[in-house]
């Protein structure tokens, strides 16, 4: 049998609009997902205390369509803490967390 290898079908490089808001400009982002006036996700002031021990504390972070981040740290840095409340596993005692302009990470169930 003979195979070959995939050939991927690149996205424009200029930008693009996206059906529901927001621009392609060479990544892709999920249809329906506003990024027209910030982010792909965006967390302000993120605290969240376990007994009294904060493992995070103030936190900010805005991640652009496209973008890599890389969250490092030594153990009980609070990396776990915050994919937790990025996908809604833990609510932040205090802060605002937001996918793209309207979904609030805050109140997933």
Do not use: W
């Amino acid at each position: 049998m003979r195979t070959r290898p995939a050939t991927a079908t690149p996205l424009p490089s200029s930008g693009t609009a996206i059906r529901g808001g927001g621009v392609s400009h060479g990544h892709a982002v999920m249809p329906g997902v506003d990024t027209t006036h910030g982010g792909i996700l965006y967390l302000e002031s993120i605290s969240v205390a376990f007994d009294g021990f904060k493992a995070l504390n103030d936190l900010s972070l805005v991640v652009d369509a496209g973008e890599l981040r890389c969250i490092i740290g030594p153990n009980g840095a609070g990396k776990t803490t915050l994919m937790d409340v990025v996908t809604g596993k833990t609510r932040p005692d205090s802060g605002s967390a937001f996918f793209g302009q309207t979904i609030d990470l805050t109140r997933l169930t």
